[in-house]
Each structure stands twice: as structure tokens, then as C-alpha cells.
């Protein structure tokens, strides 16, 4: 081969290289595109936890774009009733506007029985966040439940497989977990158990925010600076401290988070009562 | 600028230090968040220990009372050059499934061996897991310098003992890295004064000359059919492209049904296309939708593709439960789901020895790693390993759990 042919090679190569690559984002799709109709493939009977946060209003997203807007199963909003009224305000308008089949889950036994976290944080979550999901997935029978947690979100979670079988009572088996390898995800259960799903696994806070300024994807306001305070993670109102910032746009927040020290769950009251109750949790079954 | 990512599975055998690297790799990095180090100062003192790096991999309680790593974890860090995603796994023969599922998620690895102690049944076990899986991008890392004086006769007995291991399997490794993960020693900066004789790069800057995959896709178009929905009154196949081009009005096959049909167009949310490439999930409206179901595979009109029921494969078997022959098993490949037997284990390998411990074997015990003949009940779309990933890699499962994972040579 001659010089020549070496330098066209080179030029035609290099240019395929730019027409074939995917951006990391889009690969970050791809999978949880994949994960999500697998799920629904498998099990028929799902729906999504939508804390409305957004994390999950980002897999909503993914979940309009995988069922091409005609999502086939419900969208469950687990409401302590201490959310902040953002929440609830885009939570109607998005409902309406995307069309979906929201199921609305509250323990209106134990909020009646005066539930709230001055209880006890780990009570009040367990109550009325991973008590009143048990009833539903036992009211609808759902077998997998699709939900939008990180692995760098919290040590914890970084354990978590895509696929992740729970038993009857909810218990996550974390020191025994089945092997899931390349994309051949666990498909079977025994009857009285259920999946959870987790395409997001993958994705990092940053990557989340990067693809909602992609997709423009819209999200509720708190996560924006007001009088240099913004919320990074969202629940109920009591529970989570915003930090200081002047990030009041997304592109703001990109920049933020590209040299942040502060981790993204600080402001979360249940992640910091001692260093394993998010591990006990989620063994019970929490998100 | 999007800088790319890259995910990296530690490897290696258990106490040779792969947990305490990465939390060393995250401190040097200034990937911690502020109150991370104080909660790890606090626990390792709870525990009566010096500020253990190791915690900030491992996560669980029992994970830190025993001081070993259970489940595989994933840890995020970046450098100047790329976003990484440091995949931790559990050196224990017991763990092996964990470290399997860590390393099935990895573009590259590092195989980390304690310098003084040298090489142990789970460094080479590690090592060939990593090259079935094909994970030839690989650095290996000498760890516990300190615990030699960094001398560089002992590290050379090493690692020509490892470079020999890794020649037999095929590896060739990048980079050879002395370090000490305690001492940070040669993690984010080059240590002349500890080791003269050393002319390579730290380890950080070795993960960052590791270049990723360029995919070249000639390859022939291979869909894998993974489910139908209705939309707005029109039957559309959802799938993923494994490998080459699919294009609008393409004439193809459905396999292993043998059916023709002609891809009328491409469907994907919010946008209109003609043409697209492997590892992209789409949706396909075909000429005849009522061919399509899941697990067949769509490829072009002419292609010679021809389905099996027999065929060889290289598998590693994972569960405690012995493999004994002609037994039966659901086997899974990309979409596809058989049930299968081994029909005959030619050879029957110990993983971490490679020594063949038996020709033409009744049964594969737990890490074992054989060389067999199965028989699928239907026929199957495979190809090598080599050529498409996705089509040449399988499990084998009972009451879907996984057993044994396989590889198609």
C-alpha cells in the first residue's frame, strides 16, 4: 500500500469515527431503554414509582420514549402528604399533559394515627413510604416495580443489581444476590415475590442533569437557586435542607456539580442517623 | 465538551488490596464529598481501626466487620482526560458469581497482586474470567511495594511470573504498575525517589492511556427481537441492532423461522430516521408484522446465516450444584431462550491452575471451566464471540437462577 492509500485510509477512518459515535449519553439511553421494555416484556404487570424528583421524572422520560408516548402501565405516586407543593402542582400538570395513568398510594391509616417524622425518621419512612408500597403491589399484584436509583447516589445502592428480586416481605437478600450478567437479566420469580427494576442504575447525578438540559425535560422548580438556596434531592418537605447556590438554571447546576464536594444526599435527614439505616431500609424494602 | 467514560473492574485475589486502591484512587482524585472521609474515620475507629481506605468501597455492615468484600460495587471518579466507572469485586473464591457480574459490565480492568505475597488462585482465576469475558484492555498492578522496600528484583520475579500466566491466555497487559495503595505510593504521581528503577507511568495516568473501542460496523445486520407493541393502530417490533445497518425498505429475513419480510420503517420517539446502527434500541414496522416475535433474529436478505441446535462453547460454572451431563438447562442468548443439555464436556478445565483435569468429564464443579458440546431443543442465531458480542455469549439457568455463563468459540 502506498503512501497515498495510507493517508486516504486515514481520512475515510477518521471520519467514519465521527459518523458512528454515539455520544456517552446516548449509550446511557440505549441501556435503559433496553432495561425498561425488558422489564414490561417479562412481567406485563409493572409500574413506575414517580417520586417526581428528577431522577424519576428523567426515567418517565425514557419510559414516554421507550412505549412511544403510549406508556402501557400505571405511574405510582407514593404521597406521605409532607411533600412540597411543587411536587403536587407538577404532578397534576404533567399528569394531564403526559396522559398517564397515575395511581396515587397513601397510608391514610397511619397519617390518621398522627405518623410523622418527629416519630422517628426511620418510623415515618417505613410507614409511610415502604408500608403503604407493600400494599399496593399486594392490592394491583404488580410483579416489578421500575424505579430510578443511582449507584452514586449512596454506597449502598451501588450494591444493587438492574434486577433485583424482593421476597414476600419486602426483604432485599443483599448478602446473596443472584449474578446478572451483560444484559440477560433475571426474568423468573417465585409467585409471592416481586422485582424491582432499576434502569437508571448506571447514571450519575451529572449525567441526569446533563440529559435533561438534552431532552428538555421539565422539572420541578425547587431544584433551582431562590435567594442562594436550591435543592439538590427532593422528598418531603420536612426531611430535606436545600444548599447554598446561585445555580438557577440547569446549565448553572451542570457547572456546579462538575466541582461540587458536597454529596448529593446531604440535605436528606433518613441518610444520616447512623451509617447503616439506609442499609436497614432498604433491606425492608425502601426505596 | 463531553469528556467519555470508561468502566474499569478491579480485580484480584482477596487481601491483595483491591477496595483500599480504590478509596485511595478516590482521595487522590478529589472525588470525595467532604463528609465521606469523616463518617470512614469515624466507623474504622468504631471498629478499632486506622482510617480504613477500603470502606469507601465497601459499604455494607457485614462487609466491614469481616473486612472483605462481599457483592461487587460501582464507584465513580474523574480525571482530566475521562469520567471513570471503578467497578469493585470481591476477591473470595466464594464470591466469584459477584465478581463475574461486575466484570460482565467492564470495558477494562486492572488485576491488582500483592508483590510480596504474589500470585494466588484468584489472581489467575480473575485473570482468565477477564479474558472470556474479552476484556483484553488490562493493567496490572503490583501492590504492597512498601511491604518489599520497592525493590525492583522482587517486583521483575512477579511479574514475569504473572506476563507468562496472562501470555497463556492471550493477555498481553498495557502497563505493569508497582504501587502501594497505603502508603500512595505511584497512584496519582510518578515515585522516583521510593523506585529510580521505574520508568513507566503512575497508575492514574496509566488508566488514562487506555483507549476505548472504536466499533467498525461492517458486520452483517443481526436485530434481536425483543417484544411488539400496538401503537396508534399499528403492530410495531421493538428490538436492538447487534451489529451492522439496518436501513428503511431493506429486504430481510427473520431467523430461525426462515420467513422473508421488508422493513417498511423505523420507528424511535420524537424523531424521524431511515437508517441505523448497531447498539441502537428502535422500533421496525415490517411489511408483515405478524412474523415477528421475541427472540428471532432479523438479518439481510442474503445473508447466509444459519441457525443451530449444536455447537461448542468455552463455559464457566458458578453454582455449588455440580453441571452433570446431559442434564437439562435453559440456555439464554440475546433475546433468545432454548432449553438445552451439555451433550459432552471435552474438557474439563481447573480456572485457576489451567491445568485440563479430565478429558470427556461426566460433571463440572463450581469455578470449574470447561470446553463442551451442547444441544439446544430449538435452533438458535449464534456466532463467535469474537465477531458479535451479543450473539456469542449465553447463560445457562435453572428456575432462572444462573449456573453457568458461556462463550462461543
Redesign the interface.
Known amino acids: 500500500m502506498g503512501l497515498a492509500d495510507v493517508i486516504i485510509n486515514h481520512i475515510v477512518y477518521k471520519n467514519f469515527k465521527k459518523d458512528i459515535k454515539m455520544t456517552y449519553l446516548d449509550e446511557l439511553e440505549e441501556k435503559s431503554i433496553y432495561i425498561i421494555r425488558e422489564a414490561y416484556s417479562r412481567f406485563k404487570n409493572i409500574a413506575l414509582l414517580w417520586s417526581i424528583g428528577k431522577d424519576s421524572t428523567t426515567l418517565l422520560w425514557l419510559i414516554r420514549k421507550a412505549f412511544f408516548d403510549q406508556i402501557p402501565f400505571p405511574i405510582i405516586h407514593i404521597d406521605t402528604s409532607f411533600k412540597f407543593k411543587e411536587i403536587y402542582e407538577f404532578r397534576e400538570q404533567y399528569a394531564k399533559e403526559w396522559n398517564l395513568k397515575l395511581l396515587i398510594s397513601k397510608n391514610e391509616k397511619a397519617l390518621q394515627e398522627g405518623m410523622c417524622p418527629e416519630k422517628g425518621k426511620f418510623q415515618c419512612c417505613n410507614a409511610l413510604k415502604t408500608e403503604v408500597l407493600k400494599n399496593t403491589i399486594n392490592e394491583y399484584k404488580f410483579r416489578a416495580l421500575l424505579l430510578a436509583i443511582r449507584r452514586d447516589e449512596h454506597g449502598i445502592r451501588a450494591k444493587e443489581r438492574y434486577f433485583s428480586p424482593r421476597d414476600i416481605d419486602f426483604k432485599w437478600n443483599y448478602q446473596n444476590q443472584p449474578p446478572e450478567l451483560w444484559d440477560l437479566y433475571k426474568s423468573g420469580i417465585e409467585d409471592e415475590q416481586h422485582f424491582r427494576v432499576h434502569p437508571m442504575l448506571h447514571w450519575t447525578e451529572l449525567d441526569i442533569w446533563k440529559y435533561i438540559y438534552k431532552e428538555k425535560i421539565p422539572i420541578v422548580s425547587l431544584y433551582f437557586a431562590k435567594n442562594h438556596k436550591r435543592y439538590r434531592s427532593i422528598g418531603c418537605a420536612c426531611c430535606c435542607a436545600p444548599v447554598d447556590s446561585n445555580a438557577n438554571s440547569i446549565r448553572k447546576i451542570v457547572k456546579e456539580l462538575m466541582v461540587t464536594k458536597t454529596a448529593e444526599r446531604s440535605g436528606r435527614a433518613q441518610d444520616k442517623e447512623d451509617s447503616y439505616t439506609m442499609q436497614k431500609l432498604r433491606s425492608l424494602g425502601y426505596m | 465538551m463531553?469528556k467519555?467514560?470508561l468502566s474499569i473492574i478491579i480485580t484480584g485475589h482477596i487481601d491483595h488490596g483491591k477496595s483500599t486502591l480504590i478509596g485511595r484512587l478516590l482521595l487522590d482524585t478529589?472525588s470525595?464529598?467532604?463528609?465521606?472521609l469523616a463518617?470512614i474515620k469515624?466507623?474504622s475507629a468504631s471498629l478499632g481501626k486506622d482510617t480504613e481506605l477500603a470502606f469507601?468501597?465497601d459499604?455494607?455492615?457485614?462487609e466491614r466487620e469481616q473486612g472483605m468484600t462481599?457483592?461487587?460495587?460501582?464507584?465513580?471518579f474523574k480525571t482530566r482526560k475521562r469520567?471513570y466507572?471503578i467497578i469493585d469485586s470481591p476477591g473470595h473464591a466464594k464470591f466469584i458469581?459477584?465478581m463475574?457480574?461486575g466484570a460482565?459490565?467492564a470495558n477494562a480492568g486492572v488485576l491488582l497482586v500483592d508483590v510480596a505475597e504474589g500470585l494466588k488462585e484468584q489472581t489467575r482465576r480473575h485473570a482468565y474470567i477477564l479474558g472470556m469475558l474479552g476484556i483484553d484492555k488490562l493493567i496490572v498492578v503490583f501492590n504492597k511495594m512498601d511491604l518489599i522496600n520497592y525493590e525492583e528484583k522482587k517486583f521483575n520475579e512477579v511479574k514475569n511470573e504473572l506476563l507468562k500466566f496472562l501470555e497463556g491466555i492471550g493477555i498481553r497487559p498495557y502497563y505493569s504498575v508497582p504501587i502501594s495503595a497505603k502508603e500512595d505510593i505511584n497512584i496519582s504521581k510518578r515515585s522516583s525517589a521510593n523506585m529510580p528503577w521505574y520508568r513507566g507511568p503512575c497508575l492514574i495516568n496509566a488508566l488514562d492511556g487506555l483507549k476505548p473501542d472504536?466499533?467498525?460496523?461492517r458486520k452483517p445486520l443481526r436485530f434481536s427481537i425483543?417484544?411488539n407493541?400496538e401503537?396508534?393502530g399499528k403492530m410495531?417490533t421493538?428490538g436492538?441492532v447487534l451489529s451492522g445497518t439496518i436501513k428503511q425498505g431493506q429486504e430481510v429475513i427473520l431467523l430461525p423461522s426462515l420467513k422473508n419480510t421488508r422493513i417498511n420503517s423505523i420507528?424511535v420517539?420524537?424523531r424521524h430516521i431511515k437508517e441505523t446502527?448497531a447498539?441502537?434500541?428502535i422500533?421496525l414496522i415490517l411489511d408483515d408484522p405478524a412474523l415477528a416475535k421475541?427472540g428471532e433474529v432479523i438479518v439481510q436478505k442474503e445473508d447466509t446465516a444459519k441457525p443451530t441446535t449444536q455447537f461448542k462453547a468455552n463455559i464457566f460454572w458458578?453454582s455449588d450444584e455440580p453441571l452433570k451431563i446431559n442434564q437439562s438447562f435453559s440456555l439464554?442468548c440475546a433475546n433468545q431462550d432454548t432449553s438445552c443439555i451439555i451433550e459432552k464436556i471435552e474438557k474439563r478445565i481447573d480456572s485457576s491452575t489451567l491445568e485440563i483435569i479430565e478429558e470427556d468429564a461426566r460433571e463440572l464443579k463450581m469455578n470449574e471451566t470447561a470446553v463442551v458440546i451442547i444441544r439446544a431443543e430449538h435452533p438458535l442465531v449464534i456466532e463467535k464471540f469474537s465477531f458479535v458480542e451479543?450473539l456469542g455469549?449465553?447463560?445457562l439457568e435453572k428456575?432462572?437462577?444462573?449456573l453457568g455463563?458461556g462463550i462461543i468459540i
Open positions: 463531553q467519555e467514560n478529589d470525595l464529598p467532604k463528609e465521606k463518617e469515624k466507623i469507601l468501597a459499604q455494607l455492615k457485614e462481599i457483592d461487587t460495587t460501582q464507584i465513580f469520567n466507572i458469581k459477584n463475574i457480574t460482565s459490565q472504536i466499533r467498525i460496523e425483543q417484544d407493541y401503537i396508534e410495531v421493538v436492538k420507528k420517539f420524537g446502527r447498539g441502537k434500541n422500533g421475541r458458578m439464554r451479543d455469549r449465553f447463560t428456575n432462572s437462577i444462573i455463563m
